[in-house]
């Protein structure tokens, strides 16, 4: 079985059982691509793309699947999920009296306007997208190891194994 995490976190495995151990009578399975959707967290965040290591995978009617007719691409879908817009249209397609309990209704959600460009572009936004993720990727994995040698530069200097030398101009007040 597999979940969704909020804030547009992606889908996992939530756990391995057998057909007779799950509870929940109505179970669909998944294939790599499937775009998912929790109907009791998605006003969180919780929509993804299902990966093709979780390709089989079972989720419950808690959940919407979607997929395509080949004139989205779902990646694109993935990326227009962290739009405000579609945010909200998900919020708007909920009900419930608290947003703890709200449940989203599919068939309310699918009668919003989106604007969706052709196919092509779908497809070129997503290249763009995907080179801009993982150049953030890289320059958080630099900052983090600059972060790592700073902390070892200030421990040596705060245990004396490192010493600073000023030069003479340095050292003379004014």
């Known amino acids: 079985m597999v979940t969704v995490k909020r804030s547009r976190g992606g889908v996992e495995l939530r756990e391995?059982?057998?057909g007779r151990e799950i509870k929940t009578p109505s179970q669909f399975y998944v294939r790599?691509?499937?775009?998912?959707?929790s109907k009791r967290q998605i006003v969180h965040g919780a929509c993804g793309i299902v990966p093709a290591e979780l390709d089989g995978a079972v989720v419950s009617n808690e959940y919407a699947v979607l997929?395509?007719?080949?004139?989205?691409d779902l990646r694109f879908l993935r990326y227009l999920s962290e739009s405000r817009y579609f945010q909200q249209t998900c919020f708007h397609s909920?009900?419930?009296v608290h947003v703890e309990k709200m449940i989203f209704k599919t068939e309310r959600w699918l009668k919003w306007p989106f604007n969706i460009p052709p196919?092509?572009?779908?497809?070129?936004?997503?290249?763009?997208?995907d080179t801009a993720r993982r150049e953030v990727e890289l320059i958080a994995a630099q900052i983090?190891?600059?972060?790592?040698?700073?902390?070892?530069l200030m421990a040596d200097l705060l245990t004396g194994?490192?010493?600073?030398?000023?030069?003479?101009?340095?050292?003379?007040?004014?």
């Not at 790599?32 to 959707?37: E, M, S």
């Open 16 to 18: 391995t059982l057998t």
């Open 94 to 96: 909920s009900i419930g």
């Open 67 to 72: 997929n395509s007719d080949g004139q989205i």
């Open 32 to 37: 790599t691509g499937d775009f998912l959707i």
């Open 119 to 129: 196919l092509p572009v779908q497809q070129r936004i997503v290249e763009v997208l």
């Open 161 to 174: 194994k490192r010493r600073v030398k000023l030069n003479a101009e340095a050292v003379s007040t004014p």
């Open 144 to 152: 983090e190891r600059l972060k790592q040698e700073k902390a070892a």
